[in-house]
């Protein structure tokens, strides 16, 4: 129990025929709420900080913080840098315990995208630390400031990544996106089958989980997903707890709301647990 490689964890989820959970936590409240629905279902997970937020969650503040707490815990936690542009960036992550980074080359030409997850790899082998990479664009940056559009990842093109590369996850595009979807999206399920028949023992990733129906996810998972991202449905719940809170209390508190954005997250996040395990 406590800090463990992602791969362990996604191969535990592979062979359950389960999802395996990587939820943002870019406060102490988000961590909390996370943790403890992960060690009320006696689950592993993993916790992730994107290079995006380091303006409001500075990674030499939140990421020891994320590290210690998985050290600490009772279920198994890997501790995962989320959209990694920067080779600077990267390797601090890296320095610093990280046990899996993301490079985000998805913007970039595939040749290059290719080259510049082939270096991050080389990095993180002299970590021991696992990598995840990005195929396909999924429409908001991270932060929403930019706006890529949606570009399906095509399946060939996995299968050459994922061969060139080595990585030990892969995100892919199947219509999904970052942040709130104005409505359910409807994704690709096709593609992501043929992906998965391309390279099945490729854990692929689904990011922008936020917004997608119960169902959509199980048929994910069923089709080839193993890992899955949530960001904006648990700061959504955070959010939600913060307002219900000013406009019912008489008198304010931060301790007591501390603990109620602390509940939000850990709604939003036992939530998700569930469904991505349901067998």
């Known amino acids: 129990m406590g800090l463990v490689k992602m791969s362990k964890l996604l191969k535990q989820a592979q062979e359950n025929g389960t999802g395996c959970g990587s939820f943002s936590v870019y406060s102490m409240e988000a961590m909390i ?36 707490a998985a050290e600490k815990a ?12 920067s080779f600077g960036v990267i390797e601090r992550a890296l320095e610093m315990g990280f046990t899996s980074v993301m490079y985000d080359g998805s913007s970039k030409p595939f040749e290059e995208n290719i080259k510049n997850t082939k270096l991050v790899k080389k990095m993180a082998l002299s970590y021991g630390t696992d990598v995840e990479a990005e195929l396909g664009l999924v429409g908001r940056s991270e932060d929403g400031t930019c706006d890529y559009g949606i570009k399906c990842t095509i399946p060939a093109d996995a299968k050459v990544f994922a061969e060139e590369t080595g990585v030990e996850a892969l995100a892919i595009a199947i219509g999904n996106q970052h942040g709130n979807y104005p409505a359910a999206p409807k994704l690709r399920f096709d593609i992501l089958r043929n992906i998965h028949e391309m390279i099945p023992k490729m854990p692929l990733v689904l990011h922008g989980g936020s917004g997608i129906t119960d169902e959509d996810f199980r048929q994910c998972i069923r089709d080839g997903i193993v890992k899955i991202n949530i960001a904006t449905a648990i700061l959504n719940e955070m959010t939600t707890e913060a307002g219900d809170y000013f406009n019912r209390a008489s008198g304010y508190s931060y301790y007591d709301l501390s603990r109620r954005m602390a509940e939000g997250a850990y709604r939003a996040v036992r939530h998700h647990m569930e469904v991505f395990n349901m067998r």
Request: aromatic share 2%; proline share 6%; hydrophobic share 50%.
């Open 74 to 85: 009772g279920i198994d936690v890997a501790v995962h840098l989320d959209h990694g542009s």
């Open 33 to 68: 709420g996370t943790l403890r629905a992960a060690e009320e279902l006696g689950m592993p997970v993993i916790i992730q900080l994107a290079e995006a937020r380091f303006k409001t969650a500075p990674l030499e503040l939140v990421g020891p913080m994320m590290i210690n």
